[in-house]
Each structure stands twice: as C-alpha cells, then as structure tokens.
C-alpha cells in the first residue's frame, strides 16, 4: 500500500491507467483485509454478477466479504480477477465458499461452474 499524503505521485506516473481502492473503517490494525480472487469459469454461456467470498478456519471462525459494487463478467476458459476484502483476517484458512449473484428478483436463477481458482492475500502475499 502507499501512504494517502504520497499514493498520486507515486501512482500516476505510470504509462498505463491505474486503479486505486481505498478501504478506511476505525478498527485496527489494518482495519481490511484485501484478497484476489483469480477465478477460470466453465460455463458455455456468459454470465454476469456478483461474487461474494466466505472463508472459515480450522476452529470454525467464518468471515465473509464485502460484495463488489461492479459487475464481473464470466466467460468460457476467461480468467477474471476480483478485489475482495473482509474486516478480519484468517491465517490459516480450512474452507472457502463463495456465492453467485445477479441481483435480480426476475428470470432464471444461474449456476457458475468453476474450473479454477486461486485466493492470494495481499496483505500477506506469502500465504
């Protein structure tokens, strides 16, 4: 991460566009804890919604993520990356769930087969 007094000058140098996020709450010490979730679908037809992340460890403590305000895009073999962050950290992580949503009431429900996928912390690149 950058420090807010320094993160324009160090970021908007570079050639190509950059997205920052910025996530403050008052509870310490890091106050979110950002993942990436790296995602490969098997779906033939796309599918577009939301993913919201669950993650529990050994001991049966469950956080779950904040849902994107953006919509993904889900295509046949497509790798998509998501930004996901949770108010607590788990460090050793036993299970992860993850729920598909279109956030509509009308039409059909759709399922969105996972061929892949991979949870990194960036907090913690390591694990």
């Known amino acids: ?7 324009k000058k ?4 570079y050639s ?3 997205k920052a996020y910025f996530d403050t709450l008052d509870q310490d010490p890091f106050c979110m804890y950002n993942y990436l979730l790296d995602i490969t679908t098997w779906n033939k037809s796309i599918r ?3 993913i ?6 050994y001991a ?3 956080v779950e993520s904040q849902m994107n305000s953006e919509a993904s895009t889900f295509q046949q073999y497509k790798r998509v990356k998501i930004l996901t962050g949770f108010h ?15 956030k509509t009431l009308i039409g059909p429900k759709h399922k969105l087969r996972i061929l ?5 912390s960036l907090n913690n690149p390591k694990r």
């Open 1 to 7: 991460g950058y420090h807010a007094d320094r993160w």
């Open 10 to 13: 160090l970021l908007i140098p």
């Open 16 to 18: 190509s566009p950059t």
């Open 48 to 50: 577009r919604g939301f």
């Open 52 to 57: 919201k992340v669950k993650i529990t460890d």
């Open 60 to 62: 049966g403590n469950t």
């Open 88 to 102: 607590q950290d788990i460090e050793k992580i036993a299970k992860i769930s993850l729920t598909f949503s279109t």
């Open 116 to 120: 892949q996928m991979k949870l990194k």
